[in-house]
């Protein structure tokens, strides 16, 4: 059953919200992930009516039946996104369409209820229109939205729920390099596999980051920044990071990036980089890339730049690839010209300092 008319809202505004004062100190430092707006959006589903009560209303704790069944059976998915303000004051937040339609395919292979695209992007809209004023204005910072959905249902049967929550969140954040953009040295992980064949790998759901977080502490223990997965079946072919995708800068100037696989979580951060390359008349390509061709390329120099991307960092260069027993690159290299220029391109497109010739914003509140 699906929605034919644009869902209505209500709005219940929040008796405490944080005052001016205290709201300013926050958007000052936010950190990342740390501080969260006075509201939230929450929109319901069942079987017989669909998508229903959808209401913007103050931020607070849920309240679930110890038997609902995510917490059993882990029906639950995500988005990221940003909303950035703009010179003139006004917020607006890229591709919510892209966002829109991944939740969209996360939701099918997770057997939950699609929410219509657009109201996806309405989702974000309602929020804005009560808490603008918590989207922070200094340079790289953003408001970062968390637009996730569960099953509800208070059932042990194992089955796909036949009731569904969908919620927004959003918490202002500051850039997420505090001493500006850095190389970064990764840890290959050899022992374990983000994601399987035929598995959940391109959805955007908690169990694959749940599974990441072990050898993400094995990768801290080794000093470094974040994990790289390989393929499941030959532990051959690169994946991706724990939470973001991974480029190669060739010697001819050619950009490469690991075929989506099914496994590989399609970044809206990836498929714009790979545009913006594309316009510039770089060579794309989206293939299998050993392990074994990027160790031996970064050694030769074949391979002059590796950086990673995804919406929380944009772009990370990355430095040094460490393993068991072996180590690429250097932990002080300098991060390269093209990663860094793609970087500042996407983000002043994002920010509104440059045109934006593919129509990839979209306006969330007025100045």
Known sequence: M???????????????????????AILAVP???KYFTDHMVAIEWDREQAWHDAEVRPYGPLQLDPATSVLHYGQ????????????DGSVWTFRPEANGARMQRSAHRLALPELPVAEFTESLRQLMAVDDDWVPSANETSMYFRPFMISSEAFLGVRSAHKASYYVIASPSGPY??????????????EYSRAGRGGTGAA?????????????????????????FLDDVE???LEELGGMNICLVYRDGSLVTPALSGSILEGITRESILQLARD?????????????ELREGVSSGEISEVFACGTAAVVTPIAEIKGPGFSVGRP????????????????????GHLPDPHGWMARLSPA
């Open 204 to 228: 955007k759901c908690g169990g694959n980051y749940a599974a990441s977080l072990l050898p993400q502490q094995e990768a801290y223990a080794q000093g470094c920044s974040q994990v790289l």
């Open 2 to 24: 699906t929605n034919a008319a644009p869902l209505q809202y209500r709005v219940t505004r929040s008796r405490n919200p944080k005052p001016a004062a205290e709201r300013e």
């Open 280 to 292: 510039r008349g770089i060579k794309v390509v989206e293939r299998r890339i050993a392990f074994e």
């Open 76 to 87: 639950e998915i995500f988005e990221g996104i940003k909303g950035y303000r703009h010179a």
């Open 177 to 190: 390099f505090a001493n500006g953009v850095a190389p970064v040295s990764i840890w290959l992980s050899t």
């Open 235 to 237: 532990q051959t072919y």
């Open 31 to 33: 950190g990342f992930g």
């Open 332 to 351: 002080d290299a300098p991060a390269g010209e093209l990663t860094m220029s793609l970087r500042k391109e996407l983000t002043d497109i994002q920010y």
